[in-house]
């Protein structure tokens, strides 16, 4: 793995992002942002399971509004997302949003992105400048708010990520171009809070792109592949593209786009840092895929006991084996770990056999350990 791309710092709330801070992991509210009682349930959820900034959309003046009971009522650093109107920023600033996200690619008026910056300088409100393939400005358009339609411009004819020759204009050379423009018109006004997102379905477009601009200018990277998809589907788009970007030192914080239950983007994101040993935040789950030699039905229990660890918040390591072929071997490797046979099962600690238990016991039996390790390994010192 590549040394991380050195980037400026600056602070989400009481976020730090960028600099030598963690590599952060986000999520979006999917509730009716106008519906403060279900908005703030599901953040209170996100940041139980472990979600360290959390975004809402913005679609009208209702929900600007509303961004100022659900930032009363919660802790985690709130981004309030806004394409079209401006003056929703503006709204949104006055409710006392943690960061802003605007679109390049639908705020395409120079004076009123100036009015939204002037505002958040005032403030000290973070600006994050999101790039979307999916809503990009007509080719030759960026900046311009007359004359173009939405529905003909030109960029779906463009050439993606990996297709484009030496001298060909891409898609990539298009966001990269868009994102420059408006990072133009921050710096003019002496405003560096700035983040920078280039998302794109496809894997290529994003990884090219977000190369392209780390090499450009200091800022902090906001890692995302837009509509990923489906929990599974997604997850694994998503590991791939920014796998692959953190992989070469690249992003700052990450956001796991998925069609499911917020809280899943979170599980995802964090499994991607702690599979590429950028956080170690949680446990990690080593677990067997099962064979013809298992006497249990290690698919139920693996998943079972990754539901129960979601609860650990310290970086302990369990290895749940099937059999005692490989299990002990694993279980080395491992703080925790239980190999489970005909009937009983085994419970490690550091590869040493710590006791043997009945199979009707070996659940409760394993998060006793892993709460022992917990507490004598992990604990702060007084």
Known sequence: MRSRRVSKALNVGDVKVGGDAP????SMTKTDTRDVAATVVQIKQLEEAGCEIVRAA???MEAAKALAEIKRQTKIPLIADIHFHYQLALESLKSGVDCLRLNPGNIRDREKVETVVLEAKARGVPIRIGV???????VGGI????GLSRHKDGVNDLL???EAGVGEFSVVDHMVETGLWEIGILEDLDFDLIKISLKAFDIDTTVEAYRRMAALVPYPLHLGITEAGTAKAGSIRSAIGLGTLLYEGIGDTIRVSLSDDPREEVYTGFEILKSLELRKAGAVLVACPSCGRADVDVVTLANTVDEMLKKIKSPIKVAVMG???NGPGEAKDAD????AGAGRAIIFRKGQKSRIVDEADMLS????EVRKVEEETFAPTA
């Open 23 to 26: 590599i952060t992991v986000q």
């Open 58 to 60: 913005v679609p009208d």
């Open 132 to 138: 979307n393939f999916g809503s990009l400005p007509p």
């Open 143 to 146: 900046g311009m708010t007359r």
């Open 160 to 162: 993606k990520g990996g």
């Open 323 to 325: 059999c005692e072929v």
């Open 336 to 339: 925790v770990g239980i190999a």
């Open 365 to 368: 039996a394993l998060m006793e």
